[in-house]
Nanobody, 124 residues
């Protein structure tokens, strides 16, 4: 089992930046595909970004492409989400998640392991 702990959320003005971190408990972190999802009040959880085990392949939701960057440091068992040019519509609770394979990476139901979430609020 993998335990995930997110950090780095907060309040930022539109146009600003934040970097989220997600620390994993297991030394086998490098065996997992890591994803970021978000859920805004009254909305369904949505896919944000994913990175494969080696870090050399990433995919993004169209809404964040060009503004957000996912990366990982397997030596530190940590995945990051650098968020630039933030917009009020990016306001949500952000979750990291882990799974064993890349298939259907955009579907949250395919991820067995989740963090508790971190709040990101972007003011206009």
């Amino acid at each position: 089992q993998v335990q995930l702990v997110e950090s780095g959320g907060g309040l930022v003005q539109a146009g600003g930046s934040l970097r989220l971190s997600c620390a994993a408990s297991r030394r086998t972190f490098s065996a997992y595909v890591m994803g970021w999802f978000r859920q805004a009040p009254g909305k369904e959880r949505e896919f944000v970004a994913v990175i494969v085990q080696s870090g050399d392949t990433t995919y993004y939701a169209d809404s964040v492409k060009g503004r957000f960057t996912i990366s990982r440091d397997n030596a530190k068992n940590t995945v990051y989400l650098q968020m630039n040019s933030l917009k009020p519509e990016d306001t949500a609770v952000y979750y990291c998640a882990a799974k064993g394979s890349l298939g259907s990476y955009y579907r949250g139901a395919t991820y067995p392991y989740w963090g508790q979430g971190t709040q990101v609020t972007v003011s206009s």
